[in-house]
């Protein structure tokens, strides 16, 4: 169960402060580059114990997941061009 609730935080932590850096926008368009990002960076912040990969692999999923929803929200036919 901690693992589960460490990787949600990592990929929740990660998803704000991208949104924060980039527009919520531009993050769901460029989701692949970020999901890639992400699945390679966070094995190695937590790289030398079966729970660290374990943790970094849920915190993949679930990152992915999150930038799925996103992309539903930000989709180009939910926009409103004035």
């Not at 704000?16 to 992400?38: G, H, M, N, Y």
Request: proline share 4%; charged share 10%.
């Amino acid at each position: 169960m901690d693992l589960l609730i460490v990787a949600f935080f990592a990929a929740l932590g990660y998803l704000i402060i991208l949104c924060k850096l980039f527009s919520p926008e531009f993050v769901s368009r460029t989701q692949v580059l970020w999901d890639i990002a992400f699945t390679v960076g966070v094995p190695v912040l937590f790289l030398g114990t079966f729970s660290g990969m374990a943790t970094a692999f849920l915190a993949g999923v679930i990152f992915s997941g999150m930038t799925f929803v996103l992309s539903l929200c930000h989709s180009p036919k939910n926009t409103i061009k004035l």
